[in-house]
């Protein structure tokens, strides 16, 4: 993998802003031509440095204004079984987010609902029927305070 230079870096930071920056407009802002532009981002996309291109969505105009973060305890602890649960709660669209963390439970789940009510149908029937769940415990957000997906 190569390296990046202040360019590379330069770029990234306007795409992570807005991603849908067009190789003109990125190269309008640094003082450049598209062609070295197009080829860095191309680069930067062969290398890893890029995953992919998405949009954040307004939660609320989608009516999904419950976010709750779910710690979760499983009961078995071998790697077959949290190998499973990692390929579980890839299947279930609220959980949008997954971490296996340390400390007091084993994953932390970022889930997004519209009101207690669905989330009380996901607790029930989707995460109860993950299999080896010992324990689950519910935040839930009550403001939003910051939200980024933005890498310093």
Do not use: W
Not at 5 to 21: A, C, T, Y
Not at 85 to 114: H, M, N, R, W
């Amino acid at each position: 993998m190569n390296g990046v230079d202040p360019v590379d870096l330069k770029i990234l930071k306007l795409l992570q802003k807005d991603g849908l920056m067009t190789n003109k407009e990125i190269a309008a802002e640094l003082n450049l031509t598209t062609t070295p532009v197009h080829e860095r981002i191309k680069r930067l996309r062969r290398d890893g440095y890029i995953n992919k291109y998405t949009i954040d969505l307004n939660k609320k105009k989608l009516n999904k204004n419950l976010t709750v973060f779910c710690n979760v305890s499983l009961k078995e602890h071998a790697q077959e079984f949290l190998t499973k649960f990692e390929q579980d709660v890839q299947t279930v669209p609220e959980i949008v987010e997954c971490y296996c963390i340390s400390g007091g439970s084993d994953f932390l789940l970022k889930v997004i609902v519209a009101d207690i009510d669905e989330y009380r149908h996901f607790i029930l029937n989707k995460l109860a029927a993950l299999s080896n769940i010992g324990n689950a415990q519910s935040h839930f957000v009550v403001t939003e305070v910051k939200q980024s997906t933005i890498i310093p």
